[in-house]
């Protein structure tokens, strides 16, 4: 008899978990996405009709759904004047739509007139306007600039900013604060 009865039981339980979801109800743990590619030391070139418009270099380059992520990247672009590059460089990039997060080591320098280094920068390739809120120093014309929350229009060579410091050099070579 009391085989019957734990047959008949351990019968009822198998039934049962044929009807219940047994899988892990976690929805709170979001799995992270997997990249749809990946390159190593990867070297990109972006070509029109005349020359080359865009190089994009990286020792890791990573593309998900709508992002990029570059590793020790370096992107130069051409400017109007064809002679003038515009470089970009960091440890960590992170690319949505026309918006670049450059984080680490941050450089943007434009020809030999703009040089800008800082731990952080937003850049907008469309507009060409950086932005920052950390510190940052950056020497234009000769000149150099230090300061907090850049504006940088790179397109009407406007640059705004908070706490700054600036030490303009003469021809005679004397910086006056």
């Excluded at 009822?12 to 709170?28: G, L, P």
């Excluded at 996405?33 to 020792?59: C, H, R, T």
């Excluded at 790179?154 to 900013?161: E, F, G, L, R």
Aim: zero cysteines; aromatic letters at 8%; proline letters at 1%.
């Amino acid at each position: 008899m009391a085989i019957d009865k734990f047959i008949y039981i351990l019968f009822i339980i198998v039934i049962s978990t044929q009807f219940v979801d047994i899988s892990s109800n976690d929805k709170k743990v979001s799995k992270k996405e997997q990249p749809l590619m990946i390159l190593e030391n990867s070297i990109v070139y972006s070509i029109n009709k005349n020359n080359m418009d865009k190089v994009v270099e990286s020792k890791v380059f990573s593309k998900f759904k709508t992002t990029e992520v570059l590793e020790d990247g370096i992107i130069v672009t051409r400017d109007k004047d064809e002679n003038i590059n515009n470089i970009l460089s960091a440890d960590f990039m992170i690319k949505q739509n026309n918006d670049i997060e450059l984080i680490d080591n941050v450089k943007y320098n434009k020809g030999n007139n703009i040089s800008l280094n800082t731990s952080k920068l937003n850049y907008n390739t469309k507009t060409q306007i950086a932005t920052n809120k950390v510190k940052f120093n950056a020497i234009y014309n000769k000149n150099t600039i230090d300061g907090t929350h850049l504006y940088l229009d790179t397109q009407n060579n406007i640059m705004k900013s908070k706490n700054t410091h600036f030490n303009i050099y003469t021809k005679d070579n004397n910086a006056s604060n």
